[in-house]
């Protein structure tokens, strides 16, 4: 594989004014996304708490760019071999994936410019 293009990317844990503890991912000063907060009473809120009921390691990030949400979002999850069944099977609502063969693709060596 050959790099096209790299960023400097910061992981960061962060405490709410209202005492949260949240992941924040920057990708530059005014650009960053920001995880869903579980204990927020709201329709995300709610519904990412009893995600992570199930899934512990799910995780979802809003985008926020120049201190506006841009109602695009990040979400992803740390699963076991054992476990991606179930999680793919609720996500796409249908069992048709398991027809196909678990194929691995090569991991590839990355080239030095």
């Given amino acids: 594989m050959r790099t096209l293009r790299e960023w400097d990317v ?7 004014k209202r005492g949260a503890i949240l992941h924040k991912i920057e990708l530059s000063e005014n650009h960053f996304f920001l995880e869903q907060n579980p204990l927020k009473d ?9 995600i992570k009921n199930k899934f512990p390691e799910f995780y979802m990030f809003w985008e926020i760019k120049n201190n506006r949400y841009t109602g ?16 793919i099977t609720l996500v796409a609502q249908s069992e048709d994936f398991k027809k196909f063969e678990h194929v691995l693709e090569e991991i590839e060596e990355e080239e030095k410019e």
């Fill in 10 to 16: 910061k992981v960061k844990l962060v405490r709410t």
């Fill in 42 to 50: 709201s329709k995300y809120g709610v519904a990412y708490r009893k």
């Fill in 72 to 87: 695009r979002l990040l979400v992803g999850s740390f699963l076991e071999k054992e476990e991606i069944d179930e999680f």
